[in-house]
C-alpha cells in the first residue's frame, strides 16, 4: 500500500542497515535493525504508523540526504 509519508525502504541484511527515504526527499540510515523489523515495516499496513512506533526514537540513525 503506497505511504503519504515513506517513498523508499531498502535494507542491508549484511549490515543490518535500513534506508528510509520519506516524500520529504530526506533520506536516513538506520543501524542493527533487525531483520524482522524490516520486513514487518516493508508489509506494514500504515509504513507512517509502523516507522513512528517501532523504528523512530529507537535505532541509531544519521541523514544522508537533505530535502531539496
Do not use: Q, W
Request: aromatic letters at 14%.
Amino acid at each position: 500500500m503506497p505511504s503519504s509519508v515513506i517513498k523508499a525502504i531498502a535494507y542491508e541484511v549484511e549490515h543490518s542497515r535500513l534506508t528510509v527515504t520519506f516524500t520529504s526527499g530526506r533520506t536516513y540510515e538506520y543501524y542493527l535493525v533487525p531483520p524482522s523489523v524490516a520486513a514487518a515495516f516493508e508489509t506494514a499496513r500504515s509504513k507512517g504508523t509502523y516507522f513512528n512506533e517501532h523504528i523512530r526514537d529507537r535505532y541509531t540513525c544519521r541523514e544522508i540526504t537533505s530535502a531539496a
